[in-house]
């Protein structure tokens, strides 16, 4: 989880994710639609594929990169346990403070 | 949203915050809860209030520390976004390859 967030934590690599949402891509690709080098996109590659939120695959000479939805559903799954645990006490507040309505 | 994603991306606060979400508490509370000195609480305290996912008050002399619900919602509507334009994706695919289902 702390590697999830940490690679979610560059808008860089939050926009390749992004970019990876709408059909996997080659390496080149994902370089050329973020005017990187190759080499900048191979560092955020390894730093998504590490956490899981990326898998790539080499064939011949072309790595294909895709979105693996299990990092991400996992990240969600811990916000909105968070977010639900506080409105539903803000649920019971609202209770103890109008006990009518 | 790089700061709140780099501040979930550590266990402690993100223990912090899942505290926090039960309701208020002091600096003290926090730090006895997670046995850590009220430094290495406050040091977190400071990422936390940064990135706006925790808001603190000093009364007297006691700071009090209360979650601030949006900026959960702003990443986990990030995330949320993305998971289900992967999910649409799929079911492109499946009208395409199964197109009488």
């Known amino acids: 989880m702390d590697r ?11 926009d390749m994710v992004e970019r990876l ?3 996997p891509a080659s390496v080149s690709e994902l370089a050329g639609s973020h005017s990187m080098t190759l080499q900048a996109v191979m560092q955020h590659l390894k730093v998504l594929e590490a956490c899981g939120l990326v898998r ?17 559903r996992l990240a969600e799954a811990w916000l909105s346990g968070r977010r639900t ?5 803000l649920d019971r507040l609202g209770e103890l403070l109008e006990p009518d309505s």
């Open 4 to 14: 999830i967030f940490q690679a979610l934590a560059d808008g860089t690599r939050r």
């Open 85 to 89: 645990g506080w409105e539903n006490r």
């Open 56 to 72: 790539t695959e080499k064939v011949g000479r072309v790595r294909t990169c895709a979105v693996q939805p299990d990092g991400l």
């Open 21 to 23: 949402v709408s059909g």
